[in-house]
């Protein structure tokens, strides 16, 4: 096991603090999905799958599957495959990657939401922008 993996492990576990405690204050964000998705530009497939499965775990503990966690599972890895399909620089990759994951989750999951309260999209997005550019960052720049 290397650093760089333990310290998306961290990264994964901020993640849910800040996620969860930015809740209990009423303002809701996705910083574990935009973290996950930045993962899938740095470390390898299982990798990836291990931390999609511990942030899977966290977010939904009960055993019931739900579209919400499917989405939230299967998109870092649907990134991870198709990162090599557009050639752009990888962070400009990751900020289109977490906007385009976001959209699908608000559109699909939270269309009230979206459609009644789209300050609450855009505060979540920029949100989810700056936690995966920071993961990005932090983790690419440590591994080179």
């Keep these: 096991m290397n ?3 333990l310290a998306g492990v961290a990264l994964l576990f901020i993640a849910f603090l800040l996620q969860f405690f930015l809740a209990t204050a009423g303002i809701f964000m996705n910083f574990f999905f935009a973290a ?5 530009f740095l470390f390898t497939f299982w990798e990836l799958v291990v931390l999609v499965l511990m942030a899977v775990f966290i977010v939904n503990w009960q055993p019931g599957v739900s579209v ?3 989405t939230f599972a299967f998109y870092p890895i ?3 495959f198709a990162r090599g399909l557009v050639h752009m620089q ?3 990759k990751n900020l289109i990657a977490v906007f385009i994951g976001l959209f699908i ?3 699909t999951l939270a269309g009230r939401t979206f459609l009644y309260h789209p300050q609450a999209f855009l505060v979540d997005l920029l949100g989810g922008l700056l936690f995966g550019s920071v993961t990005f960052f932090l983790l690419r720049r440590e591994g080179n």
């Design 90 to 92: 990888s962070w400009f």
């Design 3 to 5: 650093f760089r993996f």
């Design 105 to 107: 989750l608000y559109v």
């Design 36 to 40: 996950l998705i930045a993962f899938a």
């Design 68 to 70: 919400e966690i499917v």
């Design 78 to 80: 649907a990134v991870f």
